[in-house]
């Protein structure tokens, strides 16, 4: 739900770089349409209410149960993913995930398909200067929300005449690494450019980094308890240049985050209340167990 809310808010971004948008869920019509009404939602939201097409991509989720989550309509729901065509009907870029709580943020998104995307005044950004390197740090998006992928976008720049290593280097240096995490907070592998023998006056990288907040900080139907969040961020690294190399060198930042609540689909409370019930329901003992130690 709050993915299709965010790829409305990057609409206008998206189609003016030629892309349009369709949204395909197990939904029915009339659920799709008081969605929409309520959301503002002006692009198509196709309805699969069999999962007939979904089935048919080879798409559907099949770690969720038959009896798991009915009321919410769960059994049946693709795996939440992406696929972007051409103008010829051919792929060109596909991202799935597992899990089924796992979404891209429109602005990540939109970061993936063309590369750029205009960062909000308000984003969470940082600038950390070293003696060799420099890092400059940012959110693609304001907040971070459950489960929700938003793009840390890391941007290395290198003193003149310095060179860092990238994996595949000759034993004995130290290859660029770059960390994300903190509590709360998961991070997926890092894009880095395609390395390679480069010879310029400033090395400028900009590495990629998908981080969400889990369960540890935000959970659904419960609310929210806290309303930030730390994500820790390190670049480990060895500058050299024709003549020697340096001592290897680290750079650290903590950027602090708000975070939001997902945009939760109709009667989740009811369903987590229940689940919550079954939880605190008393287990009878076995007949001629003691139920004291």
């Known amino acids: 739900m709050t993915q299709l809310v965010e790829l409305q808010q990057t609409l206008a971004d998206l189609h003016a770089n030629g892309y349009q948008v369709y949204a395909v869920s ?11 009404a309520r959301q503002g939602i002006t692009y198509p939201l196709l309805s699969d209410e069999d999962s007939a097409v979904i089935r048919r991509y080879g798409i559907m989720n099949t770690l969720i149960r038959p009896d798991e989550g009915r009321s919410m309509r769960w059994y049946g729901i693709p795996y939440p993913g992406t696929y972007v065509t051409g103008p010829d009907g051919v792929i060109s870029h596909k991202s799935f ?35 060799q390197v420099s890092l400059d740090v940012r959110l693609l998006d304001t907040r971070l929300r459950l489960e929700v992928l938003s793009t840390l976008v890391c941007r290395i720049r290198v003193r003149d ?17 770059l960390t994300v995490g903190g509590t709360g907070i998961r991070a997926l592998d890092a894009s880095w ?14 590495v990629s980094v998908p981080v ?7 959970r659904l139907g419960h609310g929210m308890e806290v309303g930030r969040a730390t994500i820790d961020i390190a670049l480990d690294y060895q500058a050299c240049n024709e003549d020697e190399c340096f001592l290897p060198g ?6 602090d985050v708000d975070l939001d609540l997902l945009v939760e689909p ?12 079954e939880a605190r329901r008393p287990v009878a003992l076995p007949e001629g167990e003691d139920e004291g130690l």
Do not use: I
């Open 250 to 255: 680290r750079l650290t930042h903590q950027l």
């Open 161 to 177: 005449d310095l060179h860092l290593y990238a994996p595949g280097s000759p034993d004995g240096f130290l290859v660029t690494a």
């Open 26 to 36: 197990n939904d029915t019509v009339d659920r799709l349409a008081d969605f929409a």
């Open 212 to 218: 969400t907040a889990t369960s540890e900080l935000l």
């Open 97 to 131: 995930h597992r899990h089924h709580a796992v979404r891209a943020s429109g602005a990540s998104l939109l970061h993936t398909l063309t590369g750029v995307v205009e960062v909000p005044d308000d984003a969470p950004a940082a600038h950390v200067e070293g003696d």
């Open 193 to 206: 450019p395609a390395a390679g023998r480069l010879r310029m006056e400033v090395l400028d990288l900009e």
């Open 266 to 277: 109709d009667g989740l409370e009811v369903y987590v209340e229940r689940l919550a019930g």
